[in-house]
């Protein structure tokens, strides 16, 4: 069983960085790709970005390409999410979660291990 442990959220003004971090235990890292979600009050959880198992690709959702990125160190078990230029539409709970399959999908459905999520909030 997967554990996903994430931090690094917190309150930030338009323009500012952030990075996430997802801490994992109970597998081997290297066997599961990696992506994060987040879900804004009132919203459905969304797709942000995802990185295979060996870190050779990812994807980014169009609202975040060219300002956030995604990263995974297999030998410290931890995932990362370097935010840039953040705006206030940004703002929400961010998880991360692993799926050991081969697919890069990017809907919630196809992870079975999620961590409890980190508040990120932007202020304009």
């Known amino acids: 069983q997967v554990q996903l442990v994430e931090s690094g959220g917190g309150l930030v003004q338009a323009g500012d960085s952030l990075t996430l971090s997802c801490a994992a235990s109970?597998?081997?890292?290297?066997?599961?790709?990696m992506a994060w979600f987040r879900q804004a009050p009132g919203k459905e959880r969304e797709f942000v970005a995802l990185?295979?198992?060996?870190?050779?690709?990812?994807v980014y959702a169009n609202s975040v390409k060219a300002r956030f990125a995604i990263s995974k160190d297999n030998a410290k078990n931890t995932g990362y999410l370097q935010m840039n230029s953040l705006k206030p539409e940004d703002t929400g709970v961010y998880y991360c979660a692993t799926s050991s399959s081969y697919s890069d999908s990017t809907y919630t459905g196809q992870y079975p291990y999620w961590g409890q999520g980190t508040q990120v909030t932007v202020s304009s």
């Open positions: 109970g597998g081997t890292f290297s066997n599961y790709r």
């Open positions: 990185i295979t198992r060996s870190a050779e690709r990812t």
